[in-house]
C-alpha cells in the first residue's frame, strides 16, 4: 500500500479543493493513504501534515481557497531547507508527492526531483495562466468569470457619468486575464504585458470614441503591462507589483481632459467559488495525478491539450511564461477603436 502526499503552494485560487478531492477519492480507490502537506512546500520544512480522508474532503468542491492552506516560497530554496524537505519526507514514510501549483511550486518540485530523484507529480494551477504546457490551468477560467461581471458592473457606471474607467486585473508577466475578461465584457482597449502601452495612441482611440458620440470607456489593463517611456519601478506600488492603473488613468486625464477612474480589482480574482470548468478540470487533474504516481511518471506534470488529459516535463512548463494567443489579441483590435 502506498502513501502519497498532497500539497498547495503559491497563490491559492478557485479550484484546489476539487484537485485533493480527486486524489483522495482516486487514492482510495488504489488503496492508497493519502497525508496532506499543510501550507504548501513549508509543511514540509516543518512536518506539518494530516492523514486526509473523506470525511475531511467531501463537501468542499465548491469552496474557494484550500482546505490544506498555503505559503509563497520562492525557488532557488537554501540547500539546508531542500536537504530538511527531503528528511521529512523520507521521515514520514510517503511514497511520492503531488505538488499543486504554480510556477514557484512547481519550480521547487523539479528541483527536488533533480537533486534526489524526488518522486513528485505536479499540478498545474495559475489564475494568470502563465504556465506552459497545459492549454489551461485551473483558476484563470474562474478569474476571467469574475474580472467579467466586474467589467459589466463598471460598464453602467462608466456610462450614466461619462467617464473613462481603466479596470486593471491580474497578470504579471502574461495578459490571458486581461485579454479573455476584456473581449467577454467588451472592453474598448485592452492593454497587456506583452505589448508596451503608446499612451499616445490610447489617448487618440479615446477621442475617436468621442467625436463617435461614446463619452464613456472601458479599459482594461493586465497589472504587468508597462507604458512605454515609464520604468515599471516608477510606479510604485509596494504590496502590488505596480500602479499601473493609476499612472494610465492620470495620463489619460493629463492628455485628452476626460474624467477617468480606476478599480483594482486584485484578490477579488481569486477568491471564492469556482467555475464548473475548474471544478471539473481540477477533478480530472487530481485523477490523473494519482494514476501518475502509479505509473511511476515522475518530475511531470499534469496538462491538457485539446481538451484531453495527459502529461508534461515540469520543466516544459516552467521555462518559460505561456504565450497569449495571438488569435484573441487580433479579434480583440477589431473592437479597439
Ligand atoms: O501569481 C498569481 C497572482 O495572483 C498574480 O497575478 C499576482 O500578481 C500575485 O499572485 C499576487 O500575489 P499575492 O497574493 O502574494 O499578493
Known amino acids: 500500500m502506498k502513501k502519497i502526499g ?3 503552494g503559491g497563490a491559492d485560487c478557485p479550484g484546489l479543493n476539487s484537485v485533493i478531492r480527486a486524489v483522495v477519492r482516486k487514492a482510495m480507490q488504489e488503496g ?12 514540509l520544512v516543518q512536518s506539518d501534515m494530516r492523514i486526509l480522508d473523506l470525511r ?7 469552496r474557494g481557497g484550500t482546505i490544506l492552506g498555503t505559503s ?33 511550486t512547481l519550480k521547487i518540485a523539479l528541483d527536488l526531483h533533480k537533486q534526489f530523484s524526488f518522486p513528485v507529480v505536479g499540478v498545474p494551477k495559475s489564475i494568470d495562466n502563465a504556465l506552459s504546457g497545459t492549454d489551461y490551468a485551473f483558476g484563470f477560467d474562474t478569474a476571467v468569470n469574475i474580472a467579467t461581471e466586474c467589467i459589466d458592473r463598471l ?21 490571458w486575464i486581461a485579454l479573455e475578461a476584456g473581449l467577454a465584457g467588451g472592453a474598448d482597449i485592452i492593454l497587456i504585458p506583452e505589448y508596451p502601452i503608446d499612451i499616445d495612441q490610447v489617448s487618440k482611440t479615446l477621442r475617436s470614441r468621442h ?4 463619452s464613456f470607456s472601458i479599459i482594461v489593463v493586465s497589472e504587468g503591462a508597462r507604458i512605454e517611456g515609464h520604468t515599471n519601478a516608477e510606479l510604485g506600488g509596494t504590496r502590488r507589483i505596480s500602479n499601473i492603473g493609476e499612472l494610465l488613468a492620470s495620463l489619460i486625464e493629463e492628455n485628452t481632459g476626460y474624467e477617468t477612474r480606476v478599480s483594482v ?13 475548474d471544478r471539473i478540470l481540477g477533478t480530472r487533474f487530481g485523477v490523473r495525478a494519482v494514476e501518475m504516481i502509479t505509473e511511476g511518471q515522475f518530475g511531470k506534470m499534469t496538462s491538457l491539450k485539446d481538451n484531453r488529459v495527459r502529461f508534461v516535463d515540469i520543466e516544459q ?6 504565450e497569449i494567443n495571438p488569435d484573441l489579441y487580433e479579434i480583440a483590435q477589431v473592437f479597439g477603436a
Open 155 to 175: 460598464h453602467t457606471t462608466a456610462e450614466s457619468h461619462h467617464r473613462i474607467i481603466v479596470i486593471e486585473v491580474m497578470g504579471r508577466y502574461t495578459g
Open 317 to 322: 512548463a516552467v521555462r518559460k511564461h505561456k
Open 6 to 8: 498532497v500539497l498547495t
Open 56 to 62: 475531511i474532503t467531501s463537501g468542499i468542491i465548491d
Open 265 to 277: 480589482l486584485g484578490h477579488i480574482q481569486r477568491g471564492g467559488t469556482p467555475t464548473a470548468f
Open 72 to 104: 509563497r516560497l520562492i525557488p532557488p530554496l537554501e540547500e539546508d531547507q531542500m536537504k530538511t524537505i527531503y528528511e521529512n519526507f523520507k521521515r514520514s514514510g510517503m511514497d511520492a508527492v503531488i505538488a499543486i501549483g504554480g510556477e514557484d
Open 32 to 43: 492508497y493513504v493519502v497525508t496532506g502537506i499543510k501550507n504548501g512546500w513549508m509543511g
Open 211 to 214: 467625436s463617435r458620440g461614446k
